[in-house]
């Protein structure tokens, strides 16, 4: 198998090195050579942050090359426009929230304004898998705000070739006993849910 | 643990882990069992002691500063026990001095030094490249470029800062600290485990002094420093025979010097070259050096940051292209080792899969230009002080204030940057009292000079400036911004918080801030609750208009450590609100945009649910347009 890049990004807080535990786990239950990176300090307060996965029979790099991700997940539309232009090409599938957020101070002045619809747009007329999730939404159904990310990853797995009890391991292992039941429930419902949209 | 099999031979079960460089680095230190570990919390190093402190019959403190985290190693391995020292690289400039003094005196317990270095300055002040001290105290250094090095190097470390007795560095990058990787490793060195059984700790010895090796004094220090010397010509045998540093042969065509994690860009770019891989990277191991050069034809240096190999194997008589080809800052990535290596005819650009932008839109994405355009809008995403964090109020009444304000080193360096602006100098750490006495004596500012600093900063290095403003009768005002933790770095316990790590089982003694500031001699303290922005303003104006030296402690824990803290209150923005402005002036990540104007067009904000309940905006408000759900 080549190696597989998976790009997750986000806003500092948001729980992107928590997401990238639980895939970098998954993928090292099943056995593949795997090499992650991460960046922790400064960004985390609130800057943007991202991780970078790439697991197979052998990986040397820990950094994605530029437009080289087989997949990208995140948990902001704006994020999802930084990541994208840097690391997606034609092939590449683009999982994101379809929410975004941006503090006010950085987009009041009139010529700065910029709208997740533009957004989704200009993504959804360059890549042809993209996939936004109102996983917020998923996420209230099920009764917890918090395990929106978890949703997220479910739908991701179907597309990795790692199985269900490797990923049921990694999300056990990573998360507190108290959120492990709503977390399980939710990486199945983001699993079906792409039986539901039927990719 | 050892495993019987039915054979009844013992087998050495090895299993796999995911660690990160720095639980590697911990893992190891574990496995040569380090007596004492000491550090101070920096970016990209702070995760080693807490993984550390995880494991059974360790010793692991944060300590005041880098310096005392050095001593106490020192002191420690003076008592014939392994000691470790973790830092950032700045932090290894504080520790210098006994640094320097200590790589001539050499050592009895093994002494490693782990010095994690931050090119691109994701999280620091600079990006000095840390290998320049290993030549400078004419120390021995390794480079790990995964995981599985982090672990066996720092382990190796140990044996060999007792065999060479010298102190050991072992360098690393925030690629390597921060990068997880497949680590082999016995189960018994995994943490959290009852007994930890595989732990062996040096034997018991009881002191005995030795005058000529650690008293520094000129006349033993003369002798010694000829030791240090003649040491490296031993170190260098070690460096081109021990095996650890490697010549991976492939093409003889080409050829590539190596160390640290640009091993690793190299492998996966030029699978196909030549690779001397530097391992054990000072003192440099020349004959493998010159054995490279002579049988392979084209060779050339990938490394980041300074010249460093390069300038070694200059100073052998051999000349090869580095820094020509590759920058003397930032850092490495792939598709930078991968442009280097086609400038410098290694390799030729063919159509892999990586492609840079203007190939993206050669490969005919439909609307490419819309993509740039959309781009050019979306605005960098600064880091921000978080929703609910105590400095806020402090720096918008500073802003305020309109004076000038010496800054230091944390979460709070944020408020230098927009919307707060309240900030004026960062540059390391505990610089903040110094700056504004001297600032002060500059006559320069016509009004009163604010230094400021965190509480962890204040035990960092603070203390000693504050002492010395007060006996040169310096004249500023003094703003100490307690959260009770070391946030930026995570929320490590420091001297105030009353917690420690591997004592954190019994507590530590808490020093009380205010205590210190009036065992200084300073008569004039005002101690602040920052979510009450009004009183802080006017405590901030009333000490800024004193004619004295001042302090103010402005209290309230930080909203992320040790634990989250959400007040339970949300706040909302009101009809009737006018897009004034003010609010979003804080900076508070909690503001957004609600995409509705007012009549002259101004954005009317919107508060979501990230809301801490810290009211501060509420109390900012001058036409009562926020207030709590």
Redesign the interface.
């Known amino acids: 198998m080549n190696t597989q890049n998976i790009l997750v990004c986000g806003i500092g807080g948001q729980g992107v090195v928590l997401a990238g535990k639980i895939i970098s786990r998954a993928a090292h239950e099943k056995g593949f050579d795997l090499k992650t990176s991460e960046i922790h300090g400064m960004s985390q307060r609130g800057g943007s942050v991202s991780t970078h996965i790439r697991f197979g029979r052998k990986v040397f790099s820990p950094l994605i090359s530029q437009n080289c991700a087989d997949i990208i997940l995140s948990f902001d539309m704006y994020e999802t426009l930084r990541c994208a232009a840097d690391f997606a090409n034609k092939n590449t599938l683009i999982i994101s929230s379809s929410y975004g957020k941006i503090p006010l101070w950085t987009s009041s002045r009139k010529n700065d304004r910029i709208y997740i619809a533009e957004i989704t747009a200009a993504l959804k007329s360059n890549f042809g898998k993209l996939f936004t999730i109102n996983d917020r939404e998923l996420a209230m159904d099920l009764g917890n705000l918090k395990i929106s990310n978890i949703i997220s990853i479910g739908f991701l797995s179907k597309f990795t070739g790692i199985e269900d009890a490797f990923w049921l391991k990694a999300i056990e292992s990573s998360v507190s006993e108290k959120t492990k039941e709503i977390n399980m429930e939710a990486f199945l419902a983001g699993r079906k849910w792409k039986e539901i949209i039927g990719v | 643990m050892n495993t019987i099999s039915r054979t009844g031979k013992i087998a050495k079960k090895v299993n ?1 882990a ?1 660690l990160t460089g720095n639980e590697a680095i911990a893992t190891g230190a574990y496995k040569a069992g380090v007596h004492v570990a000491t550090g101070y919390p920096g ?2 190093s ?2 080693i002691l807490p993984y550390l402190a995880r494991f059974n019959n360790v010793i692991v403190n944060w300590s005041i500063n880098e310096k005392t985290a050095l001593e106490i190693a020192i002191g420690a391995s003076i008592g014939y026990k392994r000691s470790m020292f973790t830092t950032k690289h700045v932090g290894l400039n504080v520790a210098s001095d006994p640094f320097m003094t200590l790589a001539i005196t050499g050592v009895r317990g093994g002494i490693v030094i782990i010095t994690a270095d931050d090119p691109n300055m ?2 620091s002040q600079n990006e000095q490249d840390n290998r320049l001290y290993s030549k400078f105290a004419k120390t021995p250094m390794f480079e790990p470029s ?1 995981s599985n090095e982090c672990l066996e190097f720092t382990n190796l470390a140990f044996e060999i800062s007792e065999k060479f007795d010298t102190p050991v560095i072992v360098r690393t990058t ?2 390597i600290s ?5 680590v082999r490793i016995e189960p018994i060195y995994m943490p959290n485990l009852p007994e930890n059984t595989g732990h062996k700790n040096h034997p018991e010895k009881i002191y005995v002094k030795d005058t000529e090796k650690f008293v520094m004094a000129p006349v033993y220090a003369r002798k010694r420093h000829k030791i240090a010397i003649e040491r490296l010509k031993k170190m260098q045998e070690f460096s081109n025979n021990s095996g650890i540093n490697k010549i991976e042969y492939d093409s003889l065509d080409f050829g590539i010097i190596t160390s640290g ?1 640009s091993y ?2 190299v ?2 770019v030029a699978p196909f070259a030549s690779v001397l891989k530097l391992s054990f990277s000072y003192p440099v191991p020349d004959l493998l050096i010159k054995e490279f050069v002579k049988r392979v034809k084209t060779v050339i240096i990938v490394e980041e940051l300074e010249p460093f190999i390069q300038n070694e194997v200059s100073s052998l008589g051999i000349t090869l292209k580095g820094k020509e080809i590759f920058n003397r800052f930032g850092e490495l ?3 930078l080792v ?1 442009e280097g290596l086609i400038n410098s005819s290694f390799i030729k650009k063919s159509g892999d ?5 203007k ?2 839109a050669k ?1 005919g ?4 230009g ?2 740039l ?3 050019e ?10 929703s609910g964090c105590p400095h806020t109020s402090v720096f918008y009444a500073l802003k305020k204030l309109k004076i000038p304000v010496m800054g230091d080193i944390g ?1 709070y ?2 408020g230098a940057l ?2 707060l602006n309240a900030m004026d100098s960062c540059i390391s750490m505990g610089l903040a009292f110094g700056a504004a006495q001297g600032l002060y004596l500059s006559n320069s500012s016509p009004k009163k000079i604010a230094g400021i600093m965190g509480d962890s900063t204040f035990f960092h290095s603070g203390i000693t400036s504050l002492i010395d403003a007060r006996y040169n009768n310096a004249c500023f005002t003094a703003i100490i911004l307690d959260n009770a933790t070391t946030a ?3 929320g490590q316990d420091h001297p105030g918080t009353g917690k420690n790590l591997s004592s954190g089982q019994a507590i530590s003694n808490k020093i009380d801030i205010k205590r210190v500031v009036e065992g200084i001699g300073i008569d004039e303290i005002y101690t602040i609750d920052t979510y009450d922005y009004n009183t802080t303003y006017l405590t901030l104006k009333r000490a800024l208009n004193s004619k004295n030296l001042n302090v103010v402690i402005a209290k309230r824990p930080c909203v992320l450590y040790p634990k989250k803290i959400d007040s339970g209150k949300k706040f909302t923005i009101l009809e009737g609100c006018n897009g004034c ?1 003010l609010c ?2 804080t ?3 909690s ?3 609600s ?1 509705r104007f007012s009549d002259n ?3 009317i ?2 508060i ?2 990230s809301c801490t309940g810290c009211s501060i905006c509420k109390d900012i408000c001058v036409f009562n347009c926020i207030e709590e759900i």
């Open positions: 796999t995911l970016t990209p702070s995760e994701h999280s995964d925030t690629r921060h990068s997880k990787s497949v994690i690793q860009y492998k996966e990535t792939p598709d991968k899969r990586s492609f840079n932008k190939g993206l490969e994405l439909a609307e490419f819309s993509l355009k959309i781009l809008k979306l605005p960098q995403r600064l880091p921000a002080l978080c979460c360096t944020l927009p919307p930026m770095t995570g402005d979003m002036q900076g508070c990540p503001i957004l945009n995409g067009n101004k954005s904000p919107l979501d649910n």
